[in-house]
């Protein structure tokens, strides 16, 4: 087994990795130009760990935004 392969992710996946809806990762990659899929496997787009990373960042800027309107 290659150990230098790339692991990569679906939106699902991400979702799964996050702990989040996948509704909120689909409107991230929908709604963030610069993060962008590594490559497609048919009709499936498929991220690296960069883009997992991004993912993660923008949501959880969102739920910091959502919490100091809260306050």
């Avoid at 490559?39 to 690296?48: D, K």
Wanted: aromatic content about 2%.
């Amino acid at each position: 087994m290659d150990t230098n392969t790339p692991k990569v992710r679906t939106a699902g996946s991400i979702a799964r990795e996050l702990n989040k809806p996948l509704h909120r990762v689909e409107y991230i990659l929908r709604t963030r130009p610069h993060i962008v899929p590594m490559c497609r496997a048919g009709r499936l787009r498929v991220y690296g760990s960069q883009a997992v990373a991004q993912v993660r960042h923008e949501l959880n800027a969102i739920d910091a935004r959502g919490a100091s309107h809260d306050s």
